[in-house]
C-alpha cells in the first residue's frame, strides 16, 4: 500500500469539504451541531468509496449520472437557501438532521468517484476509507470553527457571504 498517496487522495477530497464547511460555519453553528456535521461527512467519507468501490460503475453506467451537475445543484440550493434565510432575519444556525445529512452527502459525492477507482490505488480499501474519514472530518471540523469565527467577526453579512462562497463553489462544478 503506498501511504504516501492515499494520503494526498484523503487530502484532495477532504479541501471542497474545508471549503465549502468554511461558507456553511459562518451561519454561527453551535459546537454539537458542528460536530454531529464533522462526523457526518467523516462517515460519508468513510461508505461513499466503499459504495463506490462496489457498486459505482454499474450506477454511473445505468443511470448515467453526472456527479458535477448533482454537486452544484446541491451547493447552489445550500448558498441560495442561506442567503434567503438570513435576509429574512431567520436563524439558519438552527439545522436539522436533513440538512446534516444534504451536506455530508454533497461534499462526499467525489469520494463515490474516487471509490470506483481505489482498486487501482490499493488493496486495503478500509484503510483507506478510514484515512478519507479522518481527513474529512478533520477538515470539515476545522472549515466549520473558522467560518464560526468569521461570523463572530464580521457578523451579520457572514453567511450572505459564505451562501454566495457556496453557490459560486456550485457553479464552478459546471
Known amino acids: 500500500m503506498n501511504l ?28 454539537t451541531k458542528i460536530i454531529l456535521l464533522a462526523l457526518s461527512v467523516a462517515l460519508f467519507h468513510f461508505f461513499m468509496p466503499l459504495l463506490g468501490l462496489f457498486l459505482g460503475s454499474f450506477i454511473i453506467k445505468t ?3 453526472n456527479t458535477n451537475f448533482f454537486t452544484f445543484l446541491v451547493l447552489v440550493f445550500i448558498g441560495i437557501q442561506m442567503i434567503i434565510e438570513n435576509i429574512k432575519g431567520n436563524n439558519v444556525s438552527e439545522i436539522n438532521i436533513g440538512n446534516i445529512l444534504f451536506f455530508a452527502f454533497a461534499v462526499s ?12 490505488l490499493t488493496d486495503y480499501h478500509i484503510i483507506s476509507c478510514l484515512l478519507f474519514a479522518l481527513f474529512s472530518g478533520l477538515f470539515t471540523f476545522l472549515g466549520l470553527k473558522l467560518g464560526n469565527y468569521l461570523n463572530i467577526l464580521i457578523g ?6 459564505g451562501g454566495i462562497a ?6 464552478s462544478y459546471l
Do not use: R
Not at 457556496?166 to 457553479?171: A, E, K, R, S, T
Open 156 to 161: 451579520k453579512i457572514a453567511p450572505i457571504l
Open 4 to 31: 504516501l498517496l492515499i494520503v494526498i487522495v484523503a487530502v484532495s477530497l477532504s479541501m471542497d469539504a474545508f471549503s465549502l464547511s468554511l461558507a456553511y460555519g459562518t451561519i454561527g453553528l453551535k459546537k
Open 63 to 65: 443511470f448515467s449520472i
Open 109 to 120: 459525492i467525489d469520494s463515490f468517484v474516487v471509490g470506483i477507482g481505489i482498486s487501482s
Open 166 to 171: 457556496l453557490v459560486i463553489l456550485g457553479i
